[in-house]
T-cell receptor, first 111, second 115 residues
């Protein structure tokens, strides 16, 4: 079946602009996660959705970051007023009850 | 603070030999450990896991060993194949938490298996 998909695959934006990153999880997966990987670093947890609710937002680095999930499916991660330190690969993952299934990620470059 | 550490950024082995990837952790609350494999331009894929009640878990060519007293785990791949060339991430979690998908990852080790 189809895996987790993310769009865009690459995004270059100017410092100060807002960006939206999209995640389409595997159909039927109730849990959805956002992670990011900065250069040379491991994956860093950002936020967790169960259905449309986000019981754990502890990894969001600042109030410029927000995310929502609608219909228990698609999720959007929004970064406002982007900064150069936001440059990273943003990965989405979904699961039903087992291990995380990751998407290919969105590479964000802030110039 | 880095709760999960992979101190070797890279490893190169000959095809057919054993690959050993290492991982150390500091948080004694971690009780579930995973290894993920990542190819370029793809998301990480789950490889193998181990619960803290075990000290070894084997799946085909892949074996994970856990030494709780040393807070150390390792992934053994034998025999190594060129297709195993990828970045390997160690990850840890607290299984009884309300968010079991909140994994703490190491920095990754790039494995190159030479033909």
């Amino acid at each position: 079946g189809a895996g987790v998909s993310q769009s865009p695959s690459n995004k270059v934006t100017e410092k100060g602009k807002d960006v939206e990153l999209r995640c389409d999880p595997i159909s039927g997966h109730t849990a959805l996660y956002w992670y990011r990987q900065s250069l040379g670093q491991g994956l860093e947890f950002l936020i967790y959705f169960q259905g449309n609710s986000a019981p754990d937002k502890s990894g969001l680095p600042s109030d410029r970051f927000s995310a929502e999930r609608t219909g228990g499916s698609v999720s959007t991660l929004t970064i406002q007023r982007t900064q150069q330190e936001d440059s990273a690969v943003y990965l989405c993952a979904s699961s039903l009850s087992g291990h995380l299934n990751f998407g290919p990620g969105t590479r964000l470059t802030v110039t | 603070d880095q709760q999960v550490k992979q101190n070797s950024p890279s490893l190169s082995v000959q095809e057919g030999r054993i690959s050993i990837l290492n991982c150390d952790y500091t948080n004694s609350m971690f009780d579930y450990f995973l290894w993920y494999k990542k190819y370029p331009a793809e998301g990480p894929t789950f490889l193998i896991s181990i619960s803290s009640i075990k000290d070894k878990n084997e799946d085909g060519r892949f074996t994970v060993f856990l030494n709780k007293s040393a807070k150390h785990l390792s992934l053994h791949i034998v025999p190594s194949q060129p297709g195993d060339s990828a970045v390997y991430f160690c990850a840890a979690s607290v299984s009884g938490s309300s968010n079991t998908g909140k994994l703490i990852f190491g920095q990754g080790t790039t494995l190159q298996v030479k033909p």
